[in-house]
Structures are given as C-alpha cells and as structure tokens.
C-alpha cells in the first residue's frame, strides 16, 4: 500500500481533520475534561461540506491508515487530531481557497510524503452512526400540531 502514492481521498480526509479541528489549532481550554480532537462525525460533515459527498466506510478507513502511518494524524479512542507533521504539512502548504484545498493538499502529499500504513479499522457499525449523528443535525424538527390534527397557531 505504501508505494501506491497518495489518493484523492486521503487529502480529503486529511483536509477534513485539519478544517474541523480549527486548522490545527488547538479548540479547548487545557482544563477541559473532554480530550481534544474531534470526532467522526465531525470528520464527515467537514467532508460533505468540502465535496458535497459523506465519505464512505472503506475511504475513510483506508485515508486513516494511510495518513496515520505518515505520521499527519492521529487517532485515539475515536478522536481524531492532527500530529505536529500534519500542522507543519498544513501551514506550509501552496496557499489556495477552501474550493481547492483538497487539490492543493493531494499534490503537497505527493511531494513531501509517502503514504503509511497503521494498523487501524473503522467498524460499519462505527460509520453508521457518525453518519446518522451527522444527519441527524440538520434534519429539520416537524411542524408543531394541534390536538385536532391542524397546524398549531399562537
């Protein structure tokens, strides 16, 4: 897997763990009880919102394996973080707008990097419910009815 070069999907995801986590900076007060980094969730929304598409399970779990063996993310108990390598991969990155981040991304790959390979794997059941908890943010709350079965009016 190592020689094969970086794919389109794992800057993808990579830009995706880098946009959610507020670009490498770090989101929580030193005080919180809740680990930094973000979740799969938040993965996949910043993904949808990069590409209009949720990243399937076997994307994403190959992306992971691949970026987490170069060392350019972490993933710990289900937290997703960006190691000092991904940081330094993003801030020196050939400046370009969110539009073709993912690009800009994929090329800096190729040049500087060479994919890894750790040993880690995303559960269907796993994806399932980060999707569903992804969803479940922006479905609408139904209408509000009144006893009689009509629109509830004020």
């Not at 330094?88 to 994919?115: E, K």
Request: hydrophobic share 40%.
């Amino acid at each position: 897997m190592a020689d094969e070069g970086w794919r389109w999907t794992d800057a993808w995801i990579f830009v995706s763990v880098v946009i959610a986590g507020g670009a490498g900076r770090h989101l929580r007060a030193p005080t919180s009880r809740r680990p930094e980094g973000i979740r799969l969730a938040d993965v996949l929304s910043t993904a949808d919102h990069l590409n209009r598409a949720i990243p399937e399970r076997e994307d994403v779990e190959t992306a992971v394996r691949r970026l987490a063996g170069a060392g350019l993310i972490s993933v710990d108990d289900g937290w997703f973080r960006l190691t000092p390598s991904g940081e330094t991969l993003w801030r020196t990155r050939p400046r370009s707008g969110l539009a073709t981040a993912v690009d800009t991304i994929h090329g800096a790959l190729n040049r500087r990097h060479a994919p890894g390979d750790a040993d880690w794997a995303l559960d269907e059941r796993e994806h399932a419910r980060a999707v569903h908890e992804y969803a479940a943010h922006f479905t609408a709350p139904a209408p509000r009815r009144s006893p009689e079965g009509g629109p509830y009016r004020d």
